[in-house]
């Protein structure tokens, strides 16, 4: 978790519990992998919920940084 500074860590680890909270109250909804359907669904409902691009980008961000991680990317 080296790649990035603490605080950035911290925000995307934040971003993707967000994510999984978001995910646990959907049917059928896997957290990881990240499906590109269901996560696109999940930006809709960020984007609207909170009506910033920055919340959006931070998601997506997260998202990335989490699957080249784990080697998923």
Do not use: M, P
């Given at each position: 978790m080296?790649?990035?500074?603490d605080s950035t860590v911290t925000k995307y680890l934040h971003a993707f519990r967000r994510?999984?909270?978001w995910?646990?109250?959907?049917?059928?909804?896997?957290v990881f992998p990240i499906q590109v359907a269901h996560f696109s669904l999940y930006l809709q409902h960020?984007?609207?919920?909170?009506q910033s691009k920055a919340a959006v980008e931070e998601a997506v961000n997260a998202?990335?940084?989490?699957?080249?991680?784990s080697g998923e990317t």
């Open positions: 080296c790649s990035r500074a994510w999984k909270e995910a646990d109250t959907q049917a059928e909804i896997s960020v984007g609207q919920s909170s998202a990335g940084w989490i699957n080249r991680l």
